[in-house]
Structures are given as C-alpha cells and as structure tokens.
T-cell receptor
Framework: DQQVKQNSPSLSVQEGRISILNCDYTNSMFDYFLWYKKYPAEGPTFLISISSIKDKNEDGRFTVFLNKSAKHLSLHIVPSQPGDSAVYFC???????????FGQGTILTVHP | NAGVTQTPKFQVLKTGQSMTLQCAQD?????MYWYRQDPGMGLRLIYY???????DKGEVPNGYNVSRLNKREFSLRLESAAPSQTSVYFCASSDLNLSNQPQHFGDGTRLSIL
C-alpha cells in the first residue's frame, strides 16, 4: 500500500514558467512533509519542508503548499530554470524517529 | 565538510556472496538510516538507528542486517546476496533532538547481483 504517491512520472516545462509538482498521501498520522531533489549519480538533497500546522512555506523560488483535508501537497518552482531539471521526491513523516516514507518521484525537465 | 560518506560507490556480486556497505557521517547526528531505491518505487527504508546502540526494522528489512558501530558509523550487511537485492542503496542521517530536521543523504552505493 503506497502511502505517499506522486502520480506524474514526468513533467516538462519551459524555462521561466512555473513548475508544479504534486503529491498525495493517505496516512493521517503524517505531520511533516519534505521535498528532495535528486541529480543522477548523487544522493537526494533536501529542498524544502512543511509542518502540518502550516499550509504554505516559501524559500526563494520554491513554495510548498499543504492541503490537509485533501491530503495533498504541491511544490511550486517559479521561475523554472534548466538547472532545476532533476528527479523530485516528496516524503512524509509521522513523529516517530523521523522515518520517511517517499513517493515514487517525478522527473522534471526544464527546457531552455 | 563531507556530510554522509558511503563506501563503496559501486559493487558487483555473485548470488550467495556476502558484503557490507559502509556509511559514516560527520555531522554529529544521532539517527541514521538505510534506504534502497528501485525504479518506479522511490526510496524504501530498510533499517534505521534512532540513536547509538539501537536499531530497528523499516519497510523492507528481509535479507539485511545492520550494525550501529558508534555514533558516526552505520553499516548494512547482505549475508547471502540475491538478484532481487540489486539496487541503489542510500544512507542518511539526521538529528532527532531538533524537531523537524531533514535527513541528509550520501551519494549511494550501486549494487548489482548476478
């Protein structure tokens, strides 16, 4: 049973436009959500997070939105840059030793 | 500033061979984790260690053992490798004494079992 799902395997966006990556979860115990970015042959790199007490968190070009009633979160990248091309994973944690449950990942390609 | 270091980076094994994947972190984190990444499945937790001296199973522990050697090091052992264990293995660490801290990952070990 996949508790965290990223239903879009890939997304293609033009440079300068907005990229929106989506993630759904089923476990209502999750209270901390993260996005990681991964380049080939490297480990995932932390991008941005949000606690369940918030519905929005911004960091520069990156904004994460959380809709608890819909069990849905999204990552907005504005403006998108070619260097943003990578695999993006969403992850969730219940307050239990910080164990993360990951989604399948979305491959973002930003075209110049 | 090395962060999380994994060795080796690549390894090819024959079915039935054993091997230990090494992980060390220099961030003084108390918690460490082992994940595997397979195509289309994201990262799945194999084992974790919430603090030095403790280990516990994650989502996919069968066929693996772990050792938390000290605060810095957390190793993953395959006693009798199987082709189904062909994967990319990632080690991560975090500081659970600080609330909502992200995990930091190493660059992975790419393991092929023939």
């Amino acid at each position: 049973d996949q508790q965290v799902k990223q239903n879009s395997p890939s997304l293609s966006v033009q440079e300068g436009r907005i990229s929106i990556l989506n993630c759904d979860y089923t476990n209502s115990m999750f209270d901390y959500f993260l996005w990681y970015k991964k380049y080939p042959a490297e480990g995932p790199t932390f991008l941005i997070s949000i606690s369940s007490i918030k519905d929005k968190n911004e960091d520069g070009r990156f904004t994460v939105f959380l809709n608890k009633s819909a069990k849905h979160l999204s990552l907005h990248i504005v403006p998108s840059q070619p260097g943003d091309s990578a695999v993006y994973f969403c992850a969730a944690s219940a307050t239990s030793y910080g164990k993360l449950t990951f989604g399948q990942g979305t491959i973002l390609t930003v075209h110049p | 500033n090395a962060g999380v270091t994994q060795t080796p980076k690549f390894q090819v094994l024959k079915t039935g061979q054993s091997m230990t994947l090494q992980c060390a972190q220099d961030m003084n984190h108390n918690s460490m984790y082992w994940y595997r990444q397979d195509p289309g499945m994201g990262l799945r937790l194999i084992y974790y260690s919430a603090s030095e001296g403790t280990t516990d199973k994650g989502e996919v522990p069968n066929g693996y053992n772990v050792s938390r050697l000290n605060k810095r090091e957390f190793s993953l052992r395959l006693e009798s490798a199987a082709p189904s264990q062909t994967s990319v293995y990632f080690c991560a660490s975090s500081d659970l004494n600080l609330s909502n801290q992200p995990q930091h990952f190493g660059d992975g070990t790419r393991l092929s079992i023939l």
